[in-house]
């Protein structure tokens, strides 16, 4: 008898049955992060096992739906990283002002903070009304929440040190009425914004791109899929076109390390090469 | 002392299968099944000395996770190494997560060995020693590479030495020696008894000499570790097992 446990067994078993019944294709995401929030959904939607969760999966698609919630991270806060938005300020918001039209990228936009945050420096910026922005992510849930732009007004404190350090002109609460226990964003910050369910596993690229901000989702994906990432972000691009990637991402371990430069190493922000 | 670890030892290789030299088998994510006539060399070697007799050749990779008073305790069994490492060590040490990290400065400082922070999608090095940064999970992939996460803090930490001992069982089997040293929470305790399942290593400083007992007696209490050492006693073994000739 093999040595190999149950779950090493079913986890690939589960993955494929996801993308034969539902298309979302989870197969070559980084499989230590991936394990354990597939034993922790166990834990939650009560299945035994993983193939008994595979079984439920595949007969129901709402059960699906809730699975998605765990495959996919949350994890998102406006202005993460400050230093990445005052550094988009100084060396990139400069060079997107000399196009007339801009189109700008938010993959994997999640529920929407990251692409509020964006929307905000490219108004005070004097640019969002020339831009387009597509909002994409494969979780039909945060779209819909990135769409609604509420989010907890108890985070609005921390949000507005953020703020202010990435280089805010005004106050973060300008932007927000708040309402009960939520924070619901000015609409006009997403008059000229796409939302969009695309894959970075699947899909393939949808429009010229001048910048695109993909920041906390490479690092759940492994080398080959993270190299597709990056085939369709350069492909998107246009020349010279602006990658801006989370703060412990980095392009030196893919094969498109040659074909950007950095503008700002440490926040991790890239331009593609002539 | 010495009468209290040849105890804990006795008790332990009545219940533990060591590990085989499986550099091949661990390298395919696969533990090698440890055949009976190997087991019994080993339970009789375990049987007439104390950690002395881990067999250097073993062990592929080295994790240790700490919390508070880490850093003297960390400075302590790891600044007499030399330069030349035969396996990696890979550490998670708590911090505050928006503060940038030192680590890699400050213990360089300190020691002959690379000090690096771990990378996403970075191959691991044998001969460095690894720090997982502030803010992110570090976990070890099957083929031998770290990757990062922003998942939900465990134990209120982020990294969270549970995610990285349970990855690195994962990725290194048998083939593993984890060490859990002081702290002031409960993190650590599950990670390194899964460790122990997969079949490696599990080392613990001693609760009563630790400077913060709570996380090393929670592993304690979880899953009875191989062996309760000193500090001391644990750069010797560390020293040993990174610079034995593998020749």
């Not at chain 1, 529920?111 to 108004?123: K, N, P, T």
């Not at chain 1, 980095?250 to 430069?261: C, P, Q, R």
Request: glycine share 6%; proline share 5%.
């Amino acid at each position: 008898m093999s040595t190999i446990s149950d779950i090493d067994i079913e986890l690939p078993l589960l993955l494929q049955a996801i993308y034969l019944k539902y298309s979302y294709d989870f197969r070559d995401y980084s499989g230590a992060s991936q394990k354990r929030r597939i034993l922790h959904a166990l834990r939650q939607l009560n299945c035994a096992s993983v193939s008994e969760l595979q079984a439920r999966v595949l007969r129901d698609p709402d059960m699906f739906m809730q699975l998605l919630q765990y495959l996919t991270i949350p994890t998102t806060e406006m202005f993460r990283d400050p230093a990445y938005f005052l550094s988009l300020r100084q060396h990139v918001v400069p060079l997107l002002r000399t196009y007339p039209s801009l189109k700008i990228w938010i993959a994997g936009c999640s529920s929407g903070e990251e692409l509020y945050s964006m929307a905000i420096v490219l108004r005070e910026e004097g640019l969002l009304e020339r831009s387009i922005i597509y909002a994409t992510d494969i979780n039909p849930v945060s779209l819909d929440k990135a769409r609604r732009g509420i989010f907890p007004l108890d985070r609005m404190r921390d949000y507005s040190v953020n703020y202010q350090v990435a280089g805010g002109k005004n106050s973060l609460s300008e932007y927000f009425t708040a309402a009960y226990d939520g924070a619901l964003f000015d609409r006009q910050l997403c008059e000229n914004v796409s939302f969009a369910d695309h894959s970075l596993a699947t899909d393939s690229v949808f429009a010229e791109t001048h910048f695109i901000s993909c920041r906390n989702v490479l690092i759940y994906f492994n080398h080959e899929l993270q190299n597709r990432a990056l085939g369709l972000f350069h492909e998107s691009l246009c020349h010279r076109g602006f990658l801006g990637l989370g703060s412990r991402e980095a392009l030196e371990f893919s094969k498109f390390g040659g074909a950007f430069e950095p503008v700002d190493k440490a926040q991790r922000i890239y331009r593609k090469k002539k | 002392m010495l009468g209290k670890d040849r105890d804990i030892h006795i008790e332990a290789a009545g219940t533990k299968k060591m590990p085989t030299a499986s550099t091949k088998a661990a390298a395919t994510g696969r533990r090698s099944t440890v055949t009976d006539s190997k087991v019994k060399v080993i339970e009789k070697k375990v049987r007439t000395a104390n950690q002395e007799t881990i067999a250097a050749d073993c062990i592929e990779a080295i994790v240790i996770g700490t919390s508070a008073g880490g850093v003297q305790a960390l400075l302590r069994i790891l600044s007499p190494l030399p330069r030349q490492l035969r396996m990696p060590i890979v550490i998670v040490l708590h911090m505050p997560e928006k503060r940038d990290s030192l680590l890699e400065k400050v213990f360089q400082e300190h020691m002959a060995p690379p000090v690096r922070m771990a990378r996403d999608k970075e191959p691991i090095d044998p001969g460095t020693v690894y720090f997982a940064g502030p803010g992110y999970h570090l976990s070890i992939e099957r083929d031998r590479h770290f990757s990062l996460s922003s998942e939900e803090p465990a134990n209120y930490s982020r990294p969270a030495i549970d995610f990285l001992m349970t990855s690195a069982a994962d990725a290194y089997g048998a083939a593993l020696l984890g060490i859990l040293l002081t702290g002031s929470n409960e993190d650590g305790a599950r990670g390194l008894a899964s460790v122990h399942d997969a079949g490696g290593i599990t080392v613990v400083e001693d609760p009563a000499t630790a400077e913060f007992a709570t996380m090393p007696q929670a592993a304690r209490e979880l899953r009875e570790p191989d062996y309760i050492l000193s500090l001391d006693q644990i750069q010797s073994l560390i020293h040993r097992l990174e610079t034995h000739d593998a020749g």
